[in-house]
């Protein structure tokens, strides 16, 4: 929230006044039970607890906005409000009055114990501490805590929320981690808008604007960082798994895509809505903006959509019933004219459905008989024959409307489809043809053969093969000339360059440079592995979960973290449990999942397929989240301080050890 300088902003001034009430930060000295006499008076906890307020804290608070416990994410975490009541209940000598023992542990639940000798004198022991709640609790009152877990994860989460780390050791890290690594694999996420905007590269030492044929791809990784770039850029890639048809003689590959059309979207659009034409008497609405998801693809304006007519940019709209055209150059610029008046929002939906064509699938060889790669293990070639394959049917049609039928047809082409059903199998029900949960449908023209997902994978001993289908872009450009959709796009990944050139790069630095900063250990067997058979789909190796861009860029902020000599193990142990959580949702393996439009400034690896699986989680690459300082024993805020994080799911082990996240604010994406 902006404020002015000088003064607070209402949300200070509130959490000022809360603050006050509950008397936060207020130094508190209370009388701690001598637990080495066996004749002690009570404490708190053994008379009374102020169960019901602690329980509305709890549920209010939780532990999403705490940064010292999104230092790592940590199964089944409980509630840090709970514990820090325990502990002050526990050690304060309960008043005299047994129905003042609740109020006086909730009257200093806010406080400021650090000073107080008696707490600082008491030892806590968890020996089975787990993600640290207890001990980082205890710390934050003052007391000694020691801990102890079976599991060496437990220790390095509970060893990095109590690290001694100094922010401004950390924030050097991070700079160092960003100026080594950020220019070699920005490449990878420059992007063209369909507007016909393009990004400008400058080679940084001469300041000299690069021509429009520059690649900085076919530079070598340490050259690419003389290089700055400003313009268009991947905020997400959704990549589609495909089935493999185990018949004999097929072999055919297929997106394994429940429903065509998955994205959806309501736009504000700033409009003069019914506005009647000077020529034919019939009215529409003016649109300051052409709004679109996925501009330069097929449009299709469903039946019942209000008539309508986009400015261009000099204020000209031309009237759809008669064409009569007109100007306005004032309410483009200003959106507010004599003759128009001011505009307003208003509200329409968009959706995006992928082409038949692609869900078609592709050979598993080509038209030479050389094999297509795209599965974890695949050689370089092969792989970026698949890509190539894939891209070459690629589209998109756009749809503005609220109720999308089930059949539609492309304005361009004429070709109907069905927007409801991809390329599951189906099955007979009292309600007409269903899909099958876990199947495809072999979509080969001379197959056709029904396959159980799993069934199919299994037969393979391999994981599906992986092919990027859209990116979702921002143009800065655009979002500067008053898109609706802020600049934000869907673009097909036709262009598998970016895609192609990880790959290739990525299979001769895994073996060089980069040996050793990925997970080259097989998946522990384990309940959630093992037993929910993630190995039968293909996944043996915790390396197959992830793309080989992801590996690339990954293996890269490992490598520049843990080498950095010039930081203390202090300031890397923090990073290298962000980078714990970095992994966790940077990983391509994930169920099935309707794309969520909200844009934030990180570009993402997004899977989408049939099968059900864990929880639905967006994959993604990240070079921008801010690390906060982390507190331990010092600490007299019950907040403490920072930035929160997102939790994301449980991690995955990268080359056994847990490793580290990386910083910025600015929109610098990997």
Sequence with gaps: MAKTQGRKSKAETLLDDVSSIVGAKKK??????DFSDPNRPKSCLEVDFPILPINEVAVIEGNADKPIYQVSKYWARRSSSVFRSMLIAGAAKAPDSDKQAGALVWQSFYGNHQSNEDFSRLKIADIFMGGGTTLVEAARLGMTA?????????????KSELSQAKKSDVEALLSRVNQQVFGSIRPYYAHSCPRGHRGVWTEVAKGREMPSDFDPLT??????????????????TFWAKHGQCQAQGCGHRTPLVTVPLFARKTLLIESWEDRECQGCGKTFDVERFDARMAPGEDFLVLEGEKPFAVMDKDGRFACPHCGRESEDLRAKVEGNSSSLGKSANKRVDFSL???????????AADAQGLPMGGRPGDDADSTVRWYAARSST???????????????????TGETFNTAIGTPAMRQTANGPQPKKSSFACQDSTCGREWDVLDSMRSSGRAGAMAPFAHHV?????????????GRMFVPARDARGVSSAEREWEKRNVADLKGFWPEDPISDGWKTHKWGIPDHGYTHYWKMFNSRQ?????????AITTDEQSPWEARRPCWAHFSNMCATRISFVSGMRVRTRWSPTSRETTIHSNPGPSKTMCSESLAVAIGSHASKGCSNHCNGGRGLGRGSPRRRFNGTPRILQSSSSRARA
Aim: glycine share 8%; net charge negative; aromatic share 8%.
């Design 353 to 363: 459905v992928l082409s038949p064509k692609w869900l078609k699938g592709t050979p």
């Design 219 to 236: 530079l070598p990784p340490e050259e690419r960082g003389g290089y700055s770039y400003r313009g268009p850029e991947l905020i997400y």
């Design 146 to 158: 020691v801990g102890n877990d079976l599991n060496p994860m437990a220790w390095f989460v509970v």
């Design 551 to 559: 590996l690339l860029v990954l293996s890269q902020i490992l490598r």
């Design 394 to 412: 690629l589209s998109f049609l756009e749809i503005r409307g609220a109720n999308v039928p089930s059949e539609v047809s492309n304005p361009r």
């Design 28 to 33: 508190r000295v209370l009388e701690c039970v």
């Design 474 to 486: 921002h143009c800065p450009e655009c979002e500067a000339a008053g898109d609706p959709y802020s």
